[in-house]
């Protein structure tokens, strides 16, 4: 009998998703970028089956338009990383985490941030999956 192979990326735990932002939800801009409104277009990096709505959550990178801000962003295509949802999630220790609004921070599509500074709370899993957040946050939840 032939020993059975691991899974490719076993080794990383898999983290559970909740539906909490979905193609044409609003999203506030959570630095100070010039943006200050965004809609989600498309969610980088998901595959799902097909006529099934992608969903992104917290840590995720988006695909957004800007809908209100500075006229040179306006209409603009960018890429953002979520960093609240108000959609509650469950966290691996069990509790449960729901912030006030949905919230995002401009990237470059190398996950580096385009602005310098970030408002408010960001959730601990935006932290852990992007580094270069980290160095721009003053309250992690």
């Known amino acids: 009998m032939a020993a059975k192979r691991a899974k490719a990326g076993a080794a990383i735990p898999r983290r559970r998703r909740v539906a ?8 506030v801009v959570a630095d100070n970028s010039g943006a200050k409104e965004v809609m989600v277009m498309g969610i980088i990096g998901i595959k799902t089956r097909l ?8 840590g995720d990178m ?9 006229p040179e962003l ?3 295509k960018l890429r953002a990383i979520i960093i609240r949802q108000k959609k509650p999630f469950r966290r691996p220790d ?6 006030e609004d949905n919230a ?7 996950g580096t941030p385009k602005a310098k500074e970030i408002r408010g709370p960001v959730a601990r899993e935006a932290i852990e999956r992007w ?3 980290a160095n721009m946050v003053t309250i992690v939840v």
């Open 20 to 27: 909490g932002i979905i193609n044409g939800t609003r999203l």
């Open 62 to 70: 988006v695909v957004v338009t800007v809908k209100k801000g500075t």
């Open 94 to 99: 069990g509790t449960w985490i729901a912030f």
């Open 51 to 58: 006529r099934r709505i992608p969903f992104a959550s917290v």
């Open 104 to 110: 995002c921070v401009l990237v470059n599509p190398d």
């Open 74 to 76: 306006k209409g603009q």
């Open 131 to 133: 580094p270069q957040i």
